[in-house]
């Protein structure tokens, strides 16, 4: 995996990719965060505990490694709730029109019902 928030992503990418040139295509993270993961009773997902609670599609950190992916020709699998499709996904990656991005469990449309 790649973490997308560290300075060092796109040299993370890069060694990635010489080690498995044939098999590389992307990276995928569990951002599925509408606040501090609360045991299953709200759309953040338990994947999400590592950033406690923040939405990563709202960081400049991400940003900057999603314009890696996008430079490097990787596809980057989106797993988010619902509500940051509409609030934060959708206007982030408008700005990157090259970057091809696999939306998830088809937005996680569970999460809108509550169950």
Aim: net charge neutral; aromatic share 6%; hydrophobic share 35%.
């Amino acid at each position: 995996s790649c973490d997308l928030t560290l300075e060092t992503a796109e040299e993370e990418m890069e060694r990635l990719r010489r080690a498995s040139p044939a098999r590389l295509r992307g990276v995928r993270w569990i951002l599925n965060c509408v606040g501090k993961y609360r045991g299953g009773t709200t759309a953040t997902h338990v994947g999400t505990l590592r950033h406690d609670g923040v939405d990563y599609l709202r960081e400049p950190d991400f940003e900057r490694g999603l314009a890696s992916l996008e430079k490097q020709n990787l596809s980057f699998d989106l797993q988010c709730a619902p509500i940051q499709l509409v609030q934060s996904a959708a206007a982030l990656f408008a700005k990157y029109p090259n970057l091809k991005v696999c939306i998830d469990h088809m937005g996680t449309p569970r999460a809108i019902l509550g169950n």
